[in-house]
């Protein structure tokens, strides 16, 4: 069995890396939608961009009641 602070900091790592994902898919998509050409190639990104952050979070959540089912 784990102890608290190991969880915790596991857990400190996780949030950074939703949180740097998150924040990666939402400029690259203020971007193309400021910026970007009306280019197919700009629409499969912006698509792939939308379903990175759709993963991360529901896996987030899963593992949260994952990790506390436990």
Known sequence: ??????KENKWKIRRKIVNLTLTFS????AYLIFKG?????????????IMLSGSV???YIFGA??????
Do not use: P, R, V, Y
Request: charged letters at 30%; glycine letters at 6%.
């Open 65 to 70: 009641t994952w990790d506390d089912k436990k």
């Open 57 to 59: 979070i529901g896996s």
């Open 1 to 6: 069995m784990e102890n608290k602070e190991n």
């Open 26 to 29: 939402s400029l690259s998509i």
């Open 37 to 49: 050409k009306d280019t197919q190639l700009h629409q499969a990104i912006a698509n792939g961009l």
